[in-house]
Nanobody, 127 residues
């Protein structure tokens, strides 16, 4: 049974930092691409960042220079380091995983269908 379990969310002031973690089980982690998406109230889920097993990364323009996605294969974990947080970053953040390497050139595209999703962790940026 595949599980993706996110943690690290919370309430932070504007300009602050958080690090989200997503621990994967039930998959061969080092052959999967991993990603983070987010969904704010009343909005559609949107791409935050993706990373392939070869550590090729892709970021949404809105988070470039502020967020960093990384892998720890020894811990089956993907991280999202978020710095310079803004109120508009408030959302539920979801981790996902995809094992279809032949189509990773499409990672992050709006219609891309990932194999697995986590349950999400809430991030609230407010003073």
């Amino acid at each position: 049974q595949v599980q993706l379990v996110e943690s690290g969310g919370g309430l932070v002031q504007p300009g602050g930092s958080l690090r989200l973690s997503c621990v994967a089980s039930g998959i061969i982690f080092n052959v999967y691409a991993m990603g983070w998406y987010r969904q704010a109230p009343g909005k559609q889920r949107e791409l935050v960042a993706t990373i392939t097993s070869g550590s090729i990364t892709n970021y949404a323009d809105s988070v470039k220079g502020r967020f960093t996605i990384s892998l720890d294969n020894a811990k089956n974990t993907v991280y999202l380091q978020m710095n310079g947080l803004k109120p508009e970053d408030t959302a539920v953040y979801y981790c996902n995983a995809d094992g279809n390497g032949s189509r990773w050139h499409l990672l992050g595209s709006p219609s891309y269908k990932y194999d697995y999703w986590g349950q999400g962790t809430q991030v609230t940026v407010s003073s």
